[in-house]
């Protein structure tokens, strides 16, 4: 687990409790897929990745691979933050 993960988890676990969700959320928890995070919370997101690690996420980077679970989106920080 890399240090942006579990900033991420929790950010998660906290919008799908919100939106009523009582799901566990791990690091290879398929975000889509599940239906975990509805279109305002995948905005807010990608609003808090931006703020709390201080990257930019461009429009042609989003897609499914990049929501595809917590530990995707750590990942995609990191090379972020690397590059």
């Given at each position: 687990?890399?240090?942006?993960?579990?900033?991420?988890?929790?950010?998660?676990?906290?919008?799908?409790?919100?939106?009523?969700?009582?799901?566990m959320?791990?690091?290879d928890?398929?975000?889509?897929?599940?239906?975990?995070?509805?279109?305002?919370?995948?905005?807010?997101?990608?609003?808090?990745?931006?703020?709390?690690?201080?990257?930019?996420?461009?429009?042609?980077?989003?897609?499914?691979?990049?929501?595809?679970?917590?530990?995707?989106?750590?990942?995609?920080?990191?090379?972020?933050?690397?590059?």
């Open positions: 687990m890399n240090s942006y993960e579990q900033p991420i988890l929790d950010f998660v676990a906290g919008a799908a409790a919100e939106a009523g969700g009582g799901a959320v791990a690091r928890t398929p975000l889509l897929e599940t239906g975990m995070l509805d279109s305002i919370n995948l905005v807010r997101l990608i609003q808090f990745i931006e703020e709390r690690f201080g990257i930019s996420v461009p429009d042609s980077d989003f897609g499914p691979d990049l929501f595809e679970s917590p530990a995707s989106l750590a990942a995609y920080v990191e090379r972020r933050k690397q590059g």
